[in-house]
């Protein structure tokens, strides 16, 4: 079974900061990979994918992610971070086997973005 | 296009009792999914339904839980009896098929989610 690491539980900034959350993935074949956000009362809701082919993948509102196959690393990026990003972000990869396809979910970074 | 619907909200029951949660998925998704997120933990899988049938449940703790779609679209989730760990929030999803998640607009939505507290 596949399992995702998330390295940082909670991440505060200030407004302009750069961001990066790290995600490590455990090899298990083919990589699909996802970041998906949560916003205060809000549902998850995707944020960007990877499947193949550029390992730099672009997502809504300025995210960018990187696949980087010799680390086992999805990281999440954005240059300038706003209050609107504070939010809990969860990286994801996708297992498949026995006729289904599962999200491997980590446990998730709470970003809080300070005026 | 509505969204995924969950009922209820939140629920507050006591260990030993029962308890139903109810999804709506998005009209026209065949794939729907159950999810159980602890406090400070991701979403993890309990059950996926592709229609009416149980694709994959190897996660579902079968002595209490248990789920059903009947009419391939709404489903239910009951838990009884419920433990104190069962506190958390029963997220449901759902996608346009089983297929690989990484095609064009198979994207799979999630509602908003049921938190239960068991006391």
């Known amino acids: 079974a596949q399992s995702v690491s998330q390295h940082n539980h909670h991440v505060i900034l200030s407004e302009a900061a750069s961001l990066e959350l790290g995600c490590n993935y455990s090899?298990?074949?083919?990589?699909?990979l996802f970041w998906y956000v949560q916003y205060p009362g809000q549902h998850l809701q995707l944020l960007l994918k990877?499947?193949?082919?550029?390992?730099l993948v672009k997502g809504i509102k300025g995210f960018e992610a990187e696949f980087i196959k010799s680390k086992f690393s999805f990281n999440l990026r954005k240059p300038s971070v706003q209050w609107s990003d504070t939010a809990e972000y969860f990286c994801?990869?996708?297992?498949?086997?026995?006729?289904?396809?599962?999200?491997?979910f980590g446990k998730g970074t709470k970003l809080s973005v300070i005026p | 296009e509505a969204g995924v619907a969950q009922s209820p909200r939140y629920k507050i029951i006591e260990k030993r009792q029962s308890v139903a949660f109810w999804c709506n998925p998005i009209s026209g998704h065949a794939t729907l999914y159950w999810y159980q997120q602890i406090l400070g933990q991701g979403p993890k899988l309990l059950i996926q339904f592709q229609n009416n049938g149980v694709v994959d449940d190897s996660q579902l703790p079968k002595d209490r839980f248990s789920a059903e779609r009947l009419k391939g679209v709404d489903s239910t989730l009951k838990i009884q009896p419920a433990k104190l760990e069962d506190s958390a929030v029963y997220l449901c999803?759902?996608?346009?098929?089983?297929?690989?998640?990484?095609?064009?607009?198979?994207?799979?939505?999630f509602g908003p989610g049921t938190r239960l507290t068991v006391l």
């Open positions: 994801a990869s996708l297992y498949s086997g026995a006729g289904s396809y599962q999200l491997t």
């Open positions: 090899y298990g074949g083919t990589v699909n």
């Open positions: 999803a759902s996608s346009l098929t089983l297929l690989n998640l990484m095609l064009a607009n198979n994207e799979q939505f």
């Open positions: 990877y499947f193949s082919g550029d390992p």
